[in-house]
């Protein structure tokens, strides 16, 4: 019997990112009489570790931080010889990539690109050669997998890769997951009140003295805002609220286990970040039944709102039109639930992005047949 084709996932950690679930997601729910699979780990630590089914080898490089690991990730993949090796996060990825010419020429290295590159380059310590690397050895992958047309725009624009080496695939969300999440009659909230709601890490990247901008110009009191998060700006977030005499308005909740029960009940949610490669935010928004105010950054949020239908896109940066639709859509009644999970479920249902991946994958495998 021939032995089924081999995929290498490799990533640093499973802490709980959207790469890391991502990739949780497709080792849980490829095909697995189509692909035999193997998890790559930097270091072995992370709440997702404990949904990796027991039957998927878990090999540890034990490198403290990712950029000890070239010898050791060489050594790997000539010891295994993979069909595929599928990598995702940036550092990682261009390790990778520069590695390649020592690594076994019919492995097919695919890379899953995690950031909107050309933004995030500008925040790297060394901006210039992080984008004279992206140039020069991101070529190097078979294909790159870009969450959003914006994203893959800014690698054929920005980075001269070949529009033949990327490949669109949105991020997968659980729906199921997060309907046993939903608990339809207790509602988080305080009776009484519009509830908002924002989820994401509470960074600068996230906007978030935006969105409390924004909230200080809300003259009712009935409207108020709970920003689910943890993050480096706490501190500065809670000083902010404090001077705009918003504690009674605006609720730092931090880390919140279930945070989709929020997203549920909550009348919208509410996204201000500077850029989003991908938002999954938004779409499990949509998956809890709730609409979403978004300012329309640089990146793949665009791709997501239909306007009137399952969110309102405001102009970038704009905090007096963001509080005006927040006061607006205060006003109108929340839509339908089961129409918005209906229209996320169409695009973003775990099975329909599974299908693209075992697509991916196959193709890359007939190309080295």
């Keep these: 019997m021939q ?58 490089l034990n490198s403290s931080q990712t950029r000890y690991i070239p010898v050791k990730l060489v050594k790997l993949i000539w010891q295994h010889k993979p069909d595929i090796v599928f990598s995702t996060l940036g550092h990682l990825n261009l390790i990778i990539a520069t590695l390649r010419f020592l690594m076994p020429a019919k492995t097919r290295f695919i890379a899953r690109e995690s950031s909107m590159v050309s933004l995030h380059n500008k925040n790297e310590r060394f901006p210039i050669i992080f984008n004279l690397l992206f140039k020069t050895v991101y070529k190097s992958f078979y294909k790159i997998v870009c969450q959003s047309r914006y994203m893959q725009q800014d690698l054929i624009e920005n980075y001269n890769i070949p529009l033949s080496k990327t490949f669109v695939i949105n991020n997968p969300i659980d729906f199921k997951l997060i309907n046993s999440h939903i608990n339809v009659q207790q509602s988080p909230y305080e009776p009484g009140f519009v509830n908002f709601v924002a989820v994401g890490r509470l960074s600068v990247e996230k906007g978030y003295n935006r969105l409390i901008d924004a909230f200080a110009a809300v003259p ?9 998060g943890e993050g480096d700006d706490y501190d500065l977030l809670v000083k902010r609220i404090a001077e705009r005499g918003l504690e009674n308005k605006v609720c730092l909740a ?28 938004v779409i499990e928004a949509n998956a809890c039944g ?23 896109l405001i102009q970038d940066d704009n905090i007096l039109a963001l509080t005006q639709k927040i006061r607006e859509v205060a006003l109108l009644p929340k839509p339908a639930p089961a129409a918005l999970v209906q229209l996320a479920e169409q695009k973003y249902s775990l099975a329909y992005i599974i299908q693209k991946y075992e697509g991916l994958f196959t193709e890359a495998l007939k190309q080295n047949s």
């Excluded at 802490?15 to 679930?21: A, F, K, N, Q, T």
């Excluded at 978004?294 to 306007?307: L, Q, R, T, V």
């Design 254 to 281: 931090r880390f919140i286990k279930n945070p989709y029960n929020y997203m549920f009940h909550a009348h919208a949610l509410i996204i201000t970040s500077h850029y989003e490669g991908f938002p999954n935010v």
């Design 220 to 228: 009712e009191q009935n409207i108020k805002l709970t920003i689910i």
């Design 3 to 60: 032995p089924k084709p081999s995929i290498f996932f490799i990533i640093p950690s499973l802490h709980g990112g959207g790469s890391e679930r991502v990739i949780t997601h497709l080792i849980r729910n490829l095909n697995p009489d189509l692909f035999s699979i193997t998890l790559v780990l930097v270091k072995k630590e992370g709440v997702f570790l404990s949904a990796i089914p027991e039957q998927v080898p878990i090999i540890v």
């Design 290 to 312: 709730t609409p979403v105010i978004a300012m329309n950054s640089p990146g793949g949020i665009s791709e997501i709102i239909d306007e009137n239908r399952n969110g309102w």
